[in-house]
């Protein structure tokens, strides 16, 4: 059975978020593309293999009963740098993330979305990321506690992610340049190009921690 999503309204744009433990699913490959089983195939097996299976089978079906059509029916194309999105998207954007046991889907309408999730490693090498943030992030690591460091790196991370997903530029991104602050209501404004997004964080206990960053889009 799918999870019920939780809802988000942004101005015109309505988002459903899905959190899901992948250990809990079941995957499909009838519904998936040649393509998608080329893919599945060089994954051969393992956690990576079931990550892209699971995830697909679940994205078709919440994608196939938002639109209202069967789920082996959504034609996905990628962006080139690998972001998924439908071939029609009818005012429709979606992203996905998984880590560890968890997948986080984000289907919205009249807007663009990037979501992260990771599982939260208590023991994480700050120095093997570093160049990843900039210097007023790395003087507030150096300033908090040790566990507070960890959950401040994973938010910091997640939103990081979750935003130049939405892009599609990948981690290509030069994340050091990139520094969302955010006003109470969770909005920033970026920069670059003006444009204001949401930007929402939360933990799932000690073990996950999640972002999601979302702007307002019309449909052509």
């Known amino acids: 059975m799918r999870p019920q999503p939780r809802r988000i309204v942004y101005g015109n744009t309505r988002a459903e978020l899905f959190v899901a433990p992948l250990s809990g699913l079941t995957a499909d490959l009838r519904l998936f593309s040649e393509a998608e ?117 994973f938010r910091i991370w997640t939103q990081k992610e979750s935003f130049v997903k939405a892009l599609g530029q990948g981690l290509s991104y030069p994340l050091d340049s990139l520094s969302l602050e955010t006003d109470s209501r969770g909005l920033f404004r970026d920069p670059a190009t003006d444009e204001q997004w949401l930007i929402q964080s939360w933990n799932e206990g000690e073990e996950y921690s999640f972002s999601l960053c979302l702007r307002e889009k019309e449909c052509a």
């Open 37 to 153: 089983r080329a893919r599945a195939a060089r994954f051969l097996s393992g956690p990576a293999y079931d990550q892209f299976v699971l995830g697909r089978t679940f994205l078709r079906q919440a994608l196939g009963a938002r639109i209202g059509i069967a789920p082996e029916r959504c034609e996905l194309v990628e962006l080139p740098g690998g972001r998924p999105m439908l071939a029609n998207p009818c005012g429709l954007d979606f992203n996905l993330s998984h880590s560890g046991d968890r997948l986080f889907v984000a289907i919205v309408e009249n807007g663009v979305v990037g979501v992260d999730v990771e599982a939260v490693n208590w023991q994480q090498n700050f120095e093997a990321v570093r160049a990843a943030f900039s210097t007023a992030e790395l003087a507030r690591f150096a300033s908090l506690d040790a566990r507070e460091r960890v959950r401040e790196f």
